[in-house]
């Protein structure tokens, strides 16, 4: 076997006969595409060629028998972990029992869009909470460093089974698109019923009873009762009610570091003329931008970036105002958006309460809330904004640029408002950002990025994933605060499936 490389322009794809002429009459098979704009923006594509006597092996994908009749585990959260868990779980013959507070993915769209149009937030049904969890509607980023904890493969190639382009097998930044995600979450909720197994929405778990011994039997809100022999706990990064839960029952909890600071909103034109020098065309990627900067001793980076996006508020209940961006497959808007956060680690916030850091959170984002209205915001998820330059230098802002954030903006003096060991950083890593354009005050910031991964940790086995103060308890995925994002919160899920089926063996 060997490995070849095509450069071409970004304008066109690698024409047969160039592919034909490096292989030297040898099967060849596709592996990556990225773009490499260091000099003059090229297409990279690479690829690798078999000779007579050897053979290309395609990814297999594990065989799900039918689990009707199997033992039944209960699956709490229907975001990436829960649905990657209960198809591991199929895969090893039982039978997964999904119970979502939220609504189904199709469901959740009617609140998403009274919470954008009116502020009302439905603290079950939002951008945070129903099936496919946050990451269906922010963008569908496929990226991970977490390569090791898991076969990422075999996480693209499912969702390249139940209807992702096949392009992300071969993008060296995959994403799917915030207007494709439904569609490929209800097929895999389709799959997961056709084999046996069970999905139950609007069913917020409010207790957990029993045991390994006996079994499980999960309460929820409604009064329904659920039972299965095992949980998997799969939650979600903004599930405080399912951490009181457990403290409520003397379970052990942990404080974790996350992340904090505003949203960056550029016109995509001015993210493309960097990026690409000046040489941007219609019909090239819009494109994006990642840093990570050490400021006062704590990393500063960009998150979640979002080429050709909206802004959209996040909140999962009254009183607050959270910011989080969303982008479809084309990445075709008119601004450009990502976090800029500043590592928040349990040592900043005195205490020893493993919930201080999430009251912490909690305590800013009611912050935003009350500035914007105190400063006549006309909308109840209105955020509070500066300009990039205003903010760095304490002014506040005369006037707002335009924004694709639907519930408005309010000038307000977000260098004030943030925490100081946050807003200060932020005003020192702006400027020295290494794009010209990017500090501008035709950028804008809002406040606050403050969702980006949990500041609490459901401490587990290491080996057996099993919870440290209840066995047959499995945490995973983000609100375990063991994951982050999609693939590391779906690699983290079929682990803790595969722990507990080793259990039950």
Known sequence: MKEFEICCPLTREPRLKEIEAKAGGMKWVLKKRSI???KEPVWRYRYEAYGPDEKYEPYVLPEFPDVHSSRTVAVVGAGPAGLFAALRLISCGLRPLILERGKDVHGRKPDMARLSREGTVDPDSNYCYGEGGAGAFSDGKLYTRSTKRGDVGMILNLLVSFGASKDILIDSHPHI???????IVENIR???VGKGGEYRFGSRVVAIE??????FSLKCADGSVYGAERVILATGHSARDVYEMLRSDGGVLEAKGFA?????????EKINWNQYHGQWKPGVPAAEYSF????????????????GGILVPSSTENGTVVMNGMSNSARSGSFANAGVVVQIEPDDVPGDDPMRLMDFQHRVECDMYTAAQSLGAVHPLCAP???MEDFCLGKVSRTMPPTSYHPGVVSAPLHELLPPMVADRLRKVFPRVKMRSYYTNAALLLGVESRTSSPVRIPRDPQTYEYVSRRGIYPCGEGAGYSGGIVSSAIDGVNAASALAASLA
């Open 260 to 268: 904090m600071g505003v949203r960056v909103e550029h016109p995509q």
């Open 36 to 38: 490499d704009a260091r």
């Open 177 to 183: 698109g915030s207007d494709k995600l439904p569609a």
């Open 385 to 387: 904004a500066q300009r």
């Open 210 to 215: 029993g045991g390994c011994g006996a079994g």
């Open 292 to 307: 990570v900067e050490q400021v006062d001793g704590r990393g500063v980076f960009s998150f979640c970036m979002c080429p």
């Open 190 to 192: 389709k799959f997961i």
